[in-house]
């Protein structure tokens, strides 16, 4: 018997959080049992509004979207102009179908609440934005942690960032949110660090090739020209990292990434550092807690997988 895992994504699309969902919905190993949104790389109302419209695109409406944090935990978000274009998909939120319903009546941290309070078996939360609406939750519903088999979380940078020198942008949102998740809380979890999502980057050619296989999948890459852009830039070749997708990946097929387990922090000071992870890689440190941190994949076969599943996305529906 084929037993999926349920699966809640908290999200704040965001072009490659748009990948993210749509792996999502074209993997039959995972169910899809909630969206939350949060404030990121555009506003709540803006996050919202495309996490809407991108489950109308996939056919599946039937899952409920919880509105989150539209702020971090505790200290304002400073305002970026976002790589992913002014209403977070490029400027083409308009070319997704109206949604056919409103968004829940819970709000992210109750629709969280709910659906792990439901679950017959652990289930898999996978946060590819903010940790806010992830920090409030466990705060408020620390007895709902057996319940999460496993946070599957795309943030931080080991080596550097990608928002400033040190810091990832997840991360650098809300870090108070980040090491209240990442450092003090309990709960099993893969980080998925922006280190190795860059690496697996796909190029203009993979997107164009993907916008061929359906309809689907051609809207899809259609909201990708200011973010393939910006990571044009930032990578030094024509591609673009599809971060939130590698941590769905992970989720979708446990072991695709490579972990290894380290302890982490997160620098909270107002500084030039503020926001970045911090990971202590004496591997010999005998530390309370740690993290399995996903440095290493087969690139290509990630990248494959991905095709594969996306250029069935038509197929699906
Ligand atoms: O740094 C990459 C992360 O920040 C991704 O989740 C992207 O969507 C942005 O939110
Ligand atoms: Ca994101």
Known sequence: MHVTTPLIIDTDPGVDDAFALALAAASPEVELIGVTTVFGNVSLENTTRNALRLLTLLGRDDVPVGVGAARPLVHPHPHLSSAHGSD?????????????????????????????????????????????????????????????????????????????????????????????????????????????TRRCAVSAEWLDALAKTSEVAKTLVGLTPDYLATYRKFLGWDGMAVHDAVAVAEAVRPGILTATAFPVDVDCAFGPNRGALVVDQRLEVDAPKTLGITLDADLDGLRAFLFDRLGALGVRQ
Do not use: C, Y
């Not at 007895?143 to 496993?150: A, C, E, Q, T």
């Open 88 to 196: 977070g998909l490029s400027g083409f939120a308009h070319t997704l179908p109206e949604p056919t319903r409103d968004v829940d009546g819970r709000d992210a941290v109750t629709l969280l609440r709910e659906l792990l309070e439901q679950a017959d078996r652990p289930v898999t939360i996978v946060p590819i934005g903010p940790l806010t609406n992830i920090a409030l939750l466990l705060a408020a519903h620390p007895h709902l942690k057996p319940k999460i088999g496993r946070l599957v979380v795309m943030g931080g940078g080991v080596t550097g960032g990608n928002v400033t020198a040190t810091a990832e942008f997840n991360v650098w949102s809300d870090p108070e949110a980040a090491r209240r998740v990442l450092v003090e809380e309990d709960v099993p979890t893969t980080l998925v660090p922006m280190d190795l």
